[in-house]
C-alpha cells in the first residue's frame, strides 16, 4: 500500500522555482533517504509533504485520500476540516528538536496525544513509557529538555512525533546539529525503527547511514530528483553530479 | 497635626493607591494582550490603527490623558460629569495607557519566540488556539517578566499623577497636609510608603520568576 504519493509537486518562493516537478511514492515500511547539495529543496519538499508551506502545484496523497489535488496546474487543498485527518499520518522530526521547553520529557510526548487526539492520560503515559524505554530515557522521564544532551533531545522528540503513531515519520536532517557522538546514538534509534519497519523518509548528510539503512536513496538536486535506486545502485552510480557529491563526503 | 494624626489621613489614601494600582494592573494586562494582536494583525489597516493608538498613549503625558478623559465628556460633548465619574476617569486613564505599554512588551515576547515552536505544534496537530495558550504564551511570560516589573514599578509611582483629577489618593492628601500645616512630614511619609510598596513589588515578581526558573 502507498502511505504517501506526491505527483508533479512545484514550489516557488519569490518567483525562485525550488521545486520543479517532484514525483515520489512511498510505500509501507519502505525508508527511503533524500541527498542532495544545500539548496537543492529537500527541506522544501518535506514542509510541503508535511504541510508546513503550500505546494503551488501538484498532488499531495496519504493513504490514497487527496490532501492535495493538482487542478489545472494549481494544487488545490481539502478544506480545513478534512485537513486536519492528515496530521494523524505523519510525524516530523526536526533538525533543532523543538521540544517545547516548559514541558518536561513526559508531557512533551503525552501533551499531544490527550489534547489533540482525546486519548486517556493514562493510555497516553503508558504509550509514553513505552517509547521511553524502547529509546533508552525511562530514567528522563521526569527531566526538562534543557537538561538534556542534543542527542538526547532529539530522541525525545522522535518519542513525541512516534506517540502520535503516525503512518509515516519524516526527518529533516536529524543530526545536523549534533557532534559525532551523538549523532551515532541519534541514527541507532532511527535503525531500530527501520528494522520495526517504520515507514520513513530521511533527509540526511549521512552517508554510509543512508546506505546502510534505506530501502532507496534519492538525489536531489536544482529542484527536481536527479536519480533515485537503490543504495547500491545510487552508490555505483555513473552520474558525475552523484559521484562527485557523495565522493565529497567521503573525503 | 501630631504624627499619628498625619499617618491616619494618609492611611485612608494609601487604600485608594493601592486600588489605583490592582484595578489598572488586572484590566491593562488583559487589554493589553488584545491591542498587542491588533498591533500584530495581518489586516494592515487594522495593524496601523493599533500602531498610532500606541504612538499616542506613549507620546502624550499620562497626566495630559487623565484630564482629556475626565474633563472631554463635557467639553466635547456637555455631558455632566458626576463626582463618581472621578475614580472611574482615573482608571480608564490608567489601563489605556498602560495597555500601550504592556501591548509591546507582549508584542516583543510574542515575536520572539522561534517559529520553529509553532511549526512543531502545527505538525503535532494543536489547533492555533491551543498553540497560542499551551505552548506559546508561557514561553511570551517568561521572556517579558523582567519588562513587565519595570512597567509595574513606574505604575506604583504613576497612581501619584490620580492627584491631577484632585482624586484623594495618598499623594493628593500628602501634598495638602504639607501645605497647611507646611510641614515636610507627609511627604516623608509619602516617600516610604512608595519605596516599600515598590519592595514588595519587587518581592512578589522575583517570586514569579523563580516559579518560572524550572526550565530555560
Known amino acids: 500500500m502507498n502511505i504517501l504519493e506526491i505527483n508533479h509537486m512545484k514550489k516557488a518562493f519569490h518567483g525562485l522555482e525550488v521545486l520543479k516537478d517532484i514525483s515520489l511514492t512511498v510505500k509501507e515500511g519502505e525508508v527511503v533517504s533524500i541527498i542532495g547539495p544545500s539548496g537543492s529543496g529537500k527541506s522544501t519538499l518535506l514542509r510541503c509533504a508535511t504541510m508546513l508551506e503550500k505546494m503551488d502545484g501538484g498532488d499531495l496523497i496519504y493513504m490514497g485520500e487527496y490532501a492535495a489535488k493538482d487542478e489545472g496546474g494549481k494544487s488545490v487543498y481539502a478544506e480545513k476540516p478534512e485537513l486536519k485527518k492528515f496530521h494523524h499520518y505523519f510525524g516530523l522530526v526536526f533538525q533543532n528538536f523543538q521540544l517545547f521547553p516548559h514541558y518536561s520529557v513526559l508531557k512533551n510526548i503525552t501533551d499531544a496525544p490527550v489534547s489533540v487526539d482525546k486519548i486517556s492520560k493514562k493510555e497516553a503515559y503508558e504509550r509514553a513509557d513505552r517509547l521511553l524505554k524502547q529509546l533508552g530515557l525511562s530514567d528522563k522521564r521526569d527531566a526538562y529538555p534543557y537538561q538534556l544532551s542534543g542527542g538526547q533531545q532529539q530522541r525525545v522528540s522522535i518519542a513525541r512525533a512516534l506517540a502520535l503513531q503516525p503512518k509515516i515519520l519524516f526527518f529533516d536532517e536529524p543530526t545536523s546539529a549534533l557532534d559525532p557522538i551523538l549523532t551515532s546514538e541519534v541514527l541507532k534509534v532511527i535503525k531500530e525503527l527501520a528494522e520495526q519497519k517504520m515507514t520513513m523518509i530521511i533527509v540526511t548528510h549521512e552517508m554510509e547511514f543512508a546506505k546502510e539503512l534505506s530501502d532507496r536513496i534519492i538525489f536531489m538536486e536544482e529542484g527536481i530528483i536527479q536519480e533515485q535506486g537503490t543504495p547500491e545502485e545510487i552508490f555505483a552510480s555513473e552520474n558525475p553530479r552523484i559521484r562527485d557529491f557523495i565522493g565529497k563526503f567521503k573525503s | ?216
Open chain 2, 1 to 216: 497635626m501630631d504624627f499619628a494624626t498625619i499617618l491616619q489621613q494618609l492611611g485612608s489614601g494609601m487604600l485608594k493607591t493601592v486600588g489605583i494600582f490592582l484595578w489598572t494592573l488586572v484590566l491593562s494586562l488583559p487589554l493589553g494582550l488584545l491591542i498587542s494582536f491588533g498591533r500584530m494583525s495581518k489586516n494592515r489597516l487594522v495593524a496601523v490603527i493599533f500602531k498610532f493608538y500606541i504612538s499616542i498613549m506613549r507620546g502624550t503625558p499620562l497626566m495630559l490623558q487623565l484630564l482629556v478623559v475626565y474633563f472631554g465628556p463635557y467639553y466635547l460633548f456637555g455631558i455632566n460629569i458626576s463626582g463618581s465619574y472621578r475614580f472611574v476617569a482615573i482608571i480608564i486613564g490608567f489601563v489605556l495607557n498602560y495597555a500601550a505599554y504592556f501591548a509591546e512588551i507582549y508584542r516583543s515576547g510574542i515575536e520572539s519566540m522561534p517559529i520553529g515552536q509553532y511549526e512543531a505544534a502545527k505538525i503535532l496537530g494543536y489547533s492555533r488556539t491551543q498553540t497560542f495558550i499551551k505552548i506559546i504564551l508561557p514561553q511570551v511570560i517568561k521572556r517579558i517578566l523582567p519588562s513587565v516589573t519595570n512597567e509595574v514599578i513606574t505604575l506604583v509611582k504613576d497612581t501619584s499623577l490620580a492627584f491631577s483629577l484632585a482624586y484623594m489618593e495618598m499623594f493628593t492628601i500628602a501634598k495638602q497636609i504639607a501645605a497647611a500645616q507646611t510641614t515636610m512630614m507627609p511627604f516623608v511619609v509619602a516617600a516610604v510608603f512608595y519605596y516599600i510598596f515598590n519592595l514588595l513589588v519587587a518581592v512578589v515578581m522575583e517570586r514569579i520568576e523563580k516559579s518560572l526558573d524550572y526550565y530555560k
